[in-house]
């Protein structure tokens, strides 16, 4: 059974750091395709980065290119996020996903991931 468990949330002030980690057990690490998404109170999940398994394919939602970096280590099955220059708006919770083959089109959505974590809550306010 696959398992992927989030973690290094929580509450910051404008403009600090946090980087996220995503921990996947339950399946090769090296043929998993990981995501991360969140989701704001009363607002739909949304994508937040994507990279393929040899981290030549990225994508980044528009509003945190040159802030956040997703990055993985194979050596640890483990995928990070890290998130700097962090505003009010990045607040939600963190959920990373996974896929067992390569995204057929360039934005990840949703849909396209089968396997998920539970979320980190991640709180950007002064």
């Known amino acids: 059974q696959v398992h992927l468990v989030e973690s290094g949330g929580g509450l910051v002030q404008p403009g600090n750091s946090l980087k996220l980690s995503c921990v996947v057990s339950?399946?090769?690490?090296?043929?998993?395709?990981i995501g991360w998404f969140r989701q704001a109170p009363g607002k739909e999940r949304e994508r937040v980065s994507y990279?393929?398994?040899?981290?030549?394919?990225?994508y980044y939602r528009r509003s945190v290119r040159g802030r956040f970096a997703q990055s993985r280590d194979n050596a640890k099955n483990t995928v990070h996020l890290q998130m700097n220059d962090l505003k009010p708006e990045d607040t939600g919770v963190y959920f990373c996903?996974?896929?067992?083959?390569?995204?057929?089109?360039?934005?990840?959505?949703?849909?396209?991931?089968?396997?998920w974590g539970v979320g980190t809550q991640v709180t950007v306010s002064s």
């Open positions: 996903a996974g896929r067992d083959r390569p995204l057929p089109h360039e934005i990840p959505l949703p849909s396209d991931f089968g396997y």
């Open positions: 339950g399946f090769p690490f090296e043929n998993l395709y």
């Open positions: 990279m393929n398994i040899d981290g030549d394919i990225t």
